[in-house]
């Protein structure tokens, strides 16, 4: 069993992130993690066994796509439960079907989580990158562009909707970070009626249909220091989707590309949010 670690900035971040505050769509933090803290929640995710997660490969048209699928702790007949798509970032690439289990796939594993949110909760894996990028010169951000293997996770959410009638399919939700936050844009882009709510982290944004997720639930997240994918690109799509009064945008001023996720992995801030979104 995963015990919350009793520190003062995780429970100082748990209440920027969860208390809501009236009419606020950005907010800003300026906590820091120092190295001792970010290794003990790293390492209290990392230590939870993952054989909760059972092994799956999706097939459809020769093309087969690896996944990991997490089931809620003690089903009830007939109730309905939430169906979450967690996106994994370029360095967890591969078929192994084990290492696209990072830490935000991880948080779903602590006991807590579990029995508090239960759902199913499905990782697939990409043996490419899902999620290519350029430069807009218009807007002089970087764009994420979808791959060639992007909408088979479309066909997999279907199949699992079909294959588990247990759940709910105006309640699925989109995780991302970094290459998996841009591809998590690509499915509500691709398919926005699908999906109930997004959470994209530290990814590079998506034009392509800015329209089309005008209304639906998106918190972004990024850190001021990241240079990977760099900061401007989130503020750049939030100017794009300020009349969406369903929009969050969440700004760590001092964490960078490697730091952006600590704030969530031993708190319940992202099943909390997303659990009140329905489609």
């Known amino acids: 069993m995963c015990r919350p670690l009793k520190l003062t900035t995780f429970f100082l971040v748990?209440?920027?992130?969860?208390?809501?505050?009236?009419?606020?769509?950005?907010?800003?933090?300026d906590i820091r993690f120092d190295s001792s803290a970010a290794a003990q929640a790293r390492a209290a995710l990392n230590n939870l066994p993952d054989t909760g997660y059972q092994k799956k490969v999706y097939h459809k048209d020769g093309v087969q796509l690896p996944y990991r699928l997490l089931v809620p702790l003690h089903r009830?007949?007939?109730?309905?439960?939430?169906?979450?798509?967690?996106?994994?970032?370029?360095?967890?690439?591969?078929?192994?079907n084990e290492r696209q289990l990072e830490p935000l796939a991880?948080?779903?594993?602590?006991?807590?989580?579990?029995?508090?949110?239960?759902?199913?909760?499905?990782?697939?894996?990409?043996?490419?990158?899902?999620?290519?990028?350029?430069?807009?010169?218009?807007?002089?951000?970087l764009e994420?562009?979808?791959s060639a293997d992007v909408p088979i996770v479309l066909d997999l959410v279907?199949?699992?909707?079909?294959?588990?009638?247990?759940?709910?399919?105006?309640?699925?939700?989109?995780?991302?970070?970094?290459?998996?936050?841009?591809?998590?844009?690509?499915?509500l882009s691709l398919d926005p009626g699908r999906f109930a709510a997004l959470v994209t982290i530290a990814g590079v944004p998506d034009f392509s249909n800015t329209g089309g997720i005008a209304d639906k639930p998106v918190w972004l997240v990024h850190?001021?220091?990241?240079?990977?994918?760099?900061?401007?690109?989130?503020?750049a799509l939030f100017n794009?989707?300020?009349?969406?009064?369903?929009?969050?945008?969440?700004?760590?001023?001092?964490?960078?590309?490697?730091?952006?996720?600590?704030?969530?992995?031993?708190n319940d801030a992202l099943p909390a949010w997303l659990f009140k979104q329905k489609r």
């Open 14 to 29: 748990y209440l920027l992130l969860i208390r809501p505050v009236q009419g606020q769509r950005q907010r800003f933090s």
């Open 144 to 146: 994420a562009f979808p």
């Open 158 to 187: 279907a199949a699992l909707v079909k294959t588990h009638p247990e759940i709910d399919d105006r309640r699925i939700y989109i995780v991302g970070y970094s290459m998996g936050a841009s591809t998590a844009q690509h499915l």
């Open 106 to 141: 991880r948080i779903w594993l602590r006991r807590d989580i579990r029995k508090k949110y239960p759902a199913f909760v499905a990782a697939p894996q990409f043996a490419k990158r899902s999620s290519n990028y350029a430069m807009d010169s218009s807007r002089g951000v």
């Open 223 to 235: 850190g001021r220091e990241d240079d990977e994918n760099p900061y401007p690109g989130s503020v």
């Open 240 to 266: 794009l989707l300020k009349k969406n009064r369903r929009l969050l945008f969440t700004t760590f001023n001092h964490l960078n590309h490697n730091t952006i996720t600590l704030p969530f992995l031993l």
């Open 76 to 96: 009830q007949p007939y109730k309905k439960y939430p169906l979450v798509i967690t996106l994994h970032n370029s360095s967890r690439l591969g078929s192994d």
